[in-house]
Each structure stands twice: as structure tokens, then as C-alpha cells.
């Protein structure tokens, strides 16, 4: 986006940046709302009950109170926004209907609180969002308008991509996101790699790719925060996250609806690729909500190197 005449660019807001996208009103509506509303996920982080919440959501696992609250503060903001036809989320059994389908409206799927379990621990965690046109949530990651993440870390910083380059925006001391970095590009390959899930648990051909990883010096990077991690690999340009398929859990662990497909949009945008191992994460076409993938992603040759290792077994 051009620079008005004495105005730096660390200046543009959120806002005003979407404006100099190519995208309806009621998107730019959207997306600034889902900012909005990560400044209350922040402070539940900040200051939250770290305890359990005494449910579990739709994969079985243990909620914590502050997976809960999270998940209220995005799914009241999406219903008030007016503009949401179809809410999912890591944290709901199943899809709710905010409003009946009509033309200009937007579903949107989400991880509230990625990395939840980190927050006692003090380590970095994020909001992951996927927005698709229409009603439809079951669709290919290749048909998002927009992917987003939130990052809650030492700063507070979003990343987001409408299809046209890959921005981050970190957050001031009033408040606001404003422009810290435009068209994001990822190195064609690197030297970090962030390896999910027990390597006991790795089929020969991943642990081989791990092996030659160490054998060629490239650093481990690994937080178990899924968003920081992406954020570290896109950031750096640089390096390749990955969570294979483990033994006894043949489609590794991450969400391809709340977490594969924002990341693979931003990180594809942005020139890396990302791979379940057999097609690209965005080729999936999911059949539920809670369909879950092995993830290669970062730098191409890095992902194309991986598959190489894993294929031949
Ligand atoms: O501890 P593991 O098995 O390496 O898994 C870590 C992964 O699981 C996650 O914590 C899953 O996300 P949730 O915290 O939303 O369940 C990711 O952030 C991270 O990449
Ligand atoms: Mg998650
Ligand atoms: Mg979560």
C-alpha cells in the first residue's frame, strides 16, 4: 500500500491497511472485529483462572477454563458483527448458525486459544481464524478469503492475509494493530525445523528426515505453540514446522478446519507450501469438523525435501 507524503508506514492501522485490499466492507467489518476481540482473549490470558473448566470439547481433550472464555469472547464478537452466517470452532461440538444464509455474508472457523496448556508455563500461545465466503465450512482451505493469526507473546502481534501478500500488524500502547511488516516472503529454504509429537513415535522415513536435519546443522526451534512456531518460521522466512503422522495416531494431531488450513494459506502466500505428505494442506477436502492431518510446512524445498525423506519410507 502506497505511503502518504510524510506519513511512515509503522503508522497504518489495521483498518486502514484493509481498506487498500481489494475486499467487501462487511470483510474488513470482520476482520477488525476478530481484532477486537482478541484484546479480551489477551487479557483473559493475563489474568484468567488457569484451571480446568470441568468439560471437554469435540476431540476429547480436557477444556481449561480459559479455553472456555476464549471461545465465548470470539463466538459473542462474530454474532454481533452481523455479518457471519456459519461459526466453528475447536471448541464446540458442532457449527453454529449465527444468522441464516443471505448474500454478503462470511462463515468463519477458529481455534480461540491455541496452546492453552502453555499459559501456566508463561509460554507464548495464539487465536488461529479461517474466513470463507458463504455459508459452507467443509470446503478446501484454498477457498479462504482470509486467514489470520494472533500471536500473544512478548508482543502482541496479528498476521493476516486476504490473498494478497502476507502483513503483520503488532500491537501499540493504545491498543491498536499498526503495520510492522507488508508482503512477508519466505526464503526458498532454511535452517530451523520445528518437529512435533514424540519422535518415538516417528515412522522410519520422518525419523531418517530428522537425522539429516541434524546431520546438515540446522537448529531445533521447537515451543509447542503452534501459532509462535509458524510465527518464527514465517518471521525468519526460513525453516519448516512439522507434525507427521505417529504411530497409533495416523493423522498426527493438528485440526485441518482451526489450524492447517489458516496457516498453510499464510504461509503459501507468503511462497512457502505446506503438505499433509500426499497433496497440499489447502487440496484437502474436509468431511467433519474435527478432521485432523500431518502438516509439513515452511520453505518449499524444505517441505519437498520432507516428502522425499517420508515417501520413500
Ligand atoms: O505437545 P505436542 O504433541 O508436540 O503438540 C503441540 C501442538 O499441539 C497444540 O498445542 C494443539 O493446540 P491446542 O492447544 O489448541 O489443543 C499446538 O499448539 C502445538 O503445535
Ligand atoms: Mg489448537
Ligand atoms: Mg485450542
Known amino acids: 500500500m502506497p505511503t502518504a507524503p510524510g506519513q511512515s508506514k509503522f503508522q497504518i492501522d489495521l483498518r486502514r491497511h484493509l481498506r487498500g485490499q481489494n475486499i467487501s466492507d462487511n470483510l474488513i467489518h470482520l476482520i477488525c472485529e476478530i481484532a477486537e476481540a482478541s484484546k479480551y482473549v489477551i487479557n483473559a490470558v493475563r489474568t484468567g483462572d488457569l484451571g480446568v473448566a470441568g468439560t ?7 477444556q481449561l477454563a480459559l479455553d472456555v472464555l476464549s471461545d465465548r469472547i470470539m463466538r459473542k464478537r462474530l454474532i454481533h458483527s452481523g455479518v457471519v452466517c456459519n461459526i466453528a470452532s475447536e471448541e464446540m461440538d458442532e457449527i453454529y448458525q449465527a444468522q441464516a444464509q443471505a448474500d454478503g455474508l462470511y462463515s468463519v472457523a477458529y481455534d480461540p486459544l491455541d496452546g492453552s496448556s502453555l499459559v501456566d508455563v508463561n509460554l507464548a500461545v495464539g487465536t488461529i481464524v479461517s474466513i470463507y465466503e458463504g455459508c459452507d465450512l467443509l470446503q478446501p482451505g484454498r477457498n479462504q478469503v482470509c486467514a489470520m493469526y494472533i500471536l500473544y507473546g512478548p508482543r502482541v502481534s496479528l498476521v493476516y492475509t486476504v490473498g494478497d501478500g502476507v502483513h503483520e500488524f503488532t500491537m501499540n500502547n493504545l491498543m491498536e494493530f499498526t503495520l510492522t511488516r507488508e508482503n512477508i516472503r519466505m526464503q526458498p529454504e532454511g ?3 520445528a518437529p512435533g509429537g514424540l519422535r518415538n513415535k516417528y515412522a522410519p522415513g520422518v525419523e531418517k528426515f530428522i537425522q539429516h536435519l541434524e546431520a546438515k546443522g540446522c537448529k531445533l526451534r521447537y515451543s509447542g505453540g503452534f501459532v509462535p512456531d509458524i510465527n518464527q ?5 526460513k525453516g519448516l514446522f512439522m507434525y507427521p503422522a505417529l504411530n497409533g ?3 498426527g494431531k493438528l485440526r485441518v478446519l482451526f489450524e492447517l488450513n489458516p496457516m498453510a494459506f499464510i504461509i503459501e502466500h507468503a511462497g512457502g507450501s505446506a503438505s499433509n505428505g500426499q497433496i497440499p494442506i489447502l487440496d484437502i477436502v474436509p468431511e467433519s469438523l474435527d478432521q485432523r492431518a500431518p502438516i509439513y510446512i515452511g520453505c518449499k524445498a524444505d517441505v ?7 515417501n520413500a519410507g
Open 56 to 62: 471437554s470439547n469435540l476431540y476429547g481433550e480436557e
Open 191 to 193: 535452517n530451523i525445523y
Open 233 to 237: 518460521v514465517l518471521m525468519k522466512g
Open 249 to 251: 495416531s495416523p493423522n
Open 304 to 310: 519437498e525435501q520432507a516428502m522425499s525423506f517420508v
